[in-house]
């Protein structure tokens, strides 16, 4: 097996600028499993139809405009996929989303990194329907209740550079469910709250989660689940926290 290396690259969420990085992290030599069919069949977007996968020698790398496939008030009123926001409380959601050009690689064996990195601001995956995934944070910390009063049915929202992602659990994306939702930089698919047999999984690691089979892997995979936990007052429930599993690719737009 190949030992992976990736360049860094930090996208920045709420904030004005960006820092390029780059560095290396030492992976643990080990037999790995191919994601490449999984990816191809599962990265869809059935609404804009605007993502594609192109395999290159060990790297998959999935394009994107970054825009959903369901509906949300982030289409803009008039929209043929506009839905009212959630509740009342959103008097901070007056950020509209537009399209960008958001391109994720991957390996196509993705393996357990010795040195765990911490997720950090940005993109940390790109869920099925080519809209990022990011964690719990935000420009100024953890997401706070101003943050998730502009999360639409799905718990997402725009950032300042009209950038819609994902934060959440929601409706059309997972609702304590076991579907696969998508991947994260470090090439590890994510699932809902539950595993293939229905249950909640009680073995997640401290970066959430665990190996195993899968609904799309016969082989046992290092996987992630959507926290069974409630995201401090919210109700929410977050798709990501903690470090990658393994050694992050690209995320560029």
């Not at 329907?129 to 209740?145: H, K, M, R």
Request: glycine content about 10%; some cysteine; hydrophobic content about 30%.
């Amino acid at each position: 097996m190949k030992k992976l290396i990736f360049p860094m690259f930090f996208l920045v969420f709420f904030a004005c600028s960006s820092d390029n990085e780059s560095e290396t992290t030492t992976i643990i030599d080990e037999s790995s499993v191919d994601i490449t069919s999984v990816v191809q069949a599962n990265f869809t977007n059935s609404y804009t139809n605007d993502v594609s996968v192109a395999v290159s020698g060990d790297y998959i790398t999935i394009s994107s405009t970054g825009l959903p496939d369901h509906k949300t008030p982030y289409w803009g009123s008039g929209h043929e996929m506009y839905e009212d926001f959630p509740g009342t409380n959103h008097a901070n959601a007056n950020t509209s989303m537009v399209a960008h050009n958001y391109a994720m690689t991957i390996p196509i064996y993705p393996q357990e990194a010795i040195n765990k990195e911490e997720t950090e601001l940005g993109a940390v995956g790109m869920a099925l329907n080519g809209a990022p995934i990011y964690n719990d944070y935000e420009g100024s910390g953890v997401l706070t209740e101003i943050a998730w009063s502009t999360f639409d049915s799905t718990g997402a929202h725009p950032g300042p550079g009209e950038d819609y992602h994902y934060h959440c659990e929601g409706t059309y994306l997972s609702v304590d469910e076991n579907n696969l939702i998508g991947f994260l930089r470090d090439g590890f698919p994510v699932y809902g709250r539950k595993d293939a047999d229905g249950s909640y999984p009680n073995d997640l690691d401290e970066n959430g989660g665990h190996t195993g089979t899968t609904n799309d892997f016969s082989d046992e995979i290092y996987h992630y689940h959507i926290s069974s936990e409630e995201y401090s007052t919210s109700g929410l429930f977050v798709i990501k926290s903690g470090a990658y599993h393994g050694t992050k690719g690209t995320f560029t737009q």
